[in-house]
């Protein structure tokens, strides 16, 4: 490939990162099919493909790829003898059409910003619809806002690429078989339907940031690709105080990023973490959505309490500093909010430093038999930090290689086994 075409490829597949989930958007709107809409889309980009090299790139590449994608809407919408239902509204494509041909080679040409946040907030809602397994809702909002093929999903969650594409292709038959409508949830809806989406966008996330499998301890892809989504949901629903509180809690923890792994890639727990390499600027980014959500009045829901734990890290400059007592009692908030045993795990460590290792170790002993987190490797490790805090060395060392033997973490399983090790060597130098 010459220079040139591999310039031109490159900008192709920047334009088409950038504009496809408006595409994809604006496209399910009209066929009312978000499967039917993504192909398309994805005949718009072959058609970039073969003339762009030739013709050089429009002025406008966003509007020629959805003039070009809607020619063959209409086409389709034709073909499938929709015609008369659609007849209105064909009418009216078509007269965009010609409007957008002029705007593609415009220089100063826009589209409709609030037709397209429209859109993109239905296709929000549609890809990550209740009716979808969580994996499918994140293998599809990965691929259709996103923009990430199947191959680059697959490489970032460690899983075959046939097993992404089948959760893509059957995602998309499920939506179209349970007619699922093109559209925002009415008001009755939409808290339980948001709640969805924001799950999407924090698993994504926690994927990115504590890897659950792989040699690697983090991902920085998944963690960015959850923010960008998690500030444009911020953008489309500026209204609604927990998507603020989300965006604050990933923007909170995203700033550690570069304090969490060493130079061999090791993981860096909290309290070892250098504060001089968090992220200021993201910290600042977080404390305003956190700003954001408070202004909008109401109690805190989830994301947004768990953002106020994260501002308490962020805000203190030693972890001496942390104040343990406003965390405490925001995860009693927290737990009152949203109970589960692993509100409750955190709750313990938190108590364990404001009040002593041996209170935070009667609520971690009363977790043991908890059938849920019978394979969660957190449980005996936080166990075994507790127990080394009290000086029952080879009680820790035990937990931890427990915990060790859990995690599909090749660096979390390695700083278990170290840190083992070493309470087992205390243990030996100061017989219990």
């Known amino acids: 490939m010459t220079s040139p075409e591999a310039q031109t490829r490159r900008a192709i597949d920047a334009v088409w990162r950038i504009e496809s989930p408006r595409l994809i958007a604006g496209l399910a709107r009209m066929v009312r099919d978000v499967g039917i809409a993504e192909e398309l889309a994805q005949d718009s980009l072959v058609a970039a493909l073969e003339r762009w090299p030739g013709s050089g790139i429009p002025a406008n590449p966003g509007a020629w790829l959805m003039a070009t994608a809607k020619r063959r809407a209409i086409d389709v919408l034709r073909r499938d003898k929709r015609l008369d239902r659609k007849h ?14 002029r705007a593609a080679t415009a220089p100063d040409a826009t589209l409709d910003e609030n037709g397209i946040a429209d859109d993109l907030l239905r296709l929000v809602f549609t890809a990550c619809h209740p009716v979808l397994s969580p994996e499918a809702r994140v293998a599809l ?30 995602a998309k038959r499920t939506l179209a078989d349970a007619h699922v409508p093109f ?9 339980s339907r948001l709640s969805s989406v924001l799950e999407v966008i924090y698993l994504v996330f926690n994927e990115g940031y504590s890897a659950t499998a792989g040699d690697d301890w983090m991902r920085p892809t998944l963690c960015e690709e959850a923010l960008r989504l998690g500030r444009i949901l911020a953008e489309l629903a500026p209204r609604e105080s927990e998507v603020h509180g989300l965006v604050a809690l990933m923007e909170i923890q995203a700033s550690r990023s570069k304090a969490r792994t060493g130079p061999s890639g090791a993981p860096v727990l909290l309290f070892e973490q250098n504060r001089a ?12 959505a956190l700003a954001r959500a408070d202004q909008l009045g109401g109690s805190h829901g989830p994301y947004a309490l768990q953002a106020d734990i994260a501002a308490c890290h962020a805000r203190a400059v030693t972890p001496g500093d942390t104040d343990w007592a406003r965390i405490v009692s925001l995860y009693d908030d927290l737990a009152r909010l949203s109970p589960s045993p692993i509100v409750e795990l955190n709750r313990a460590v938190a108590v364990s430093m404001a009040s002593g290792p041996a209170a935070g170790l009667a609520i971690v002993d009363a977790l043991v038999s908890e059938p849920s987190l019978a394979g969660y490797h957190l449980l005996p490790s936080v166990r075994g930090d507790l127990l080394a805090k009290l000086g029952r060395f080879s009680e820790a060392s035990a937990e931890l290689t427990r915990a060790a033997s859990i995690t599909r973490n090749a660096r979390e399983r390695q700083l278990l086994l170290d840190r083992a090790g070493e309470f087992e060597a205390r243990s030996r130098a100061s017989p219990q």
């Open 183 to 191: 559209e925002v949830p009415v008001e009755s809806e939409l808290a």
């Open 88 to 101: 209105e509204e064909l009418a009216y494509e078509i007269e965009a059409r010609t409007e957008e041909r």
């Open 277 to 288: 390499l968090w992220d200021r600027m993201l910290i600042h980014r977080g404390l305003a």
């Open 141 to 170: 909002t990965l691929r259709l806002l996103g923009g990430l093929t199947t191959e680059e999903i697959a490489r970032a969650f460690l899983i075959p690429e046939p097993t992404v594409a089948q959760r893509i292709v059957r």
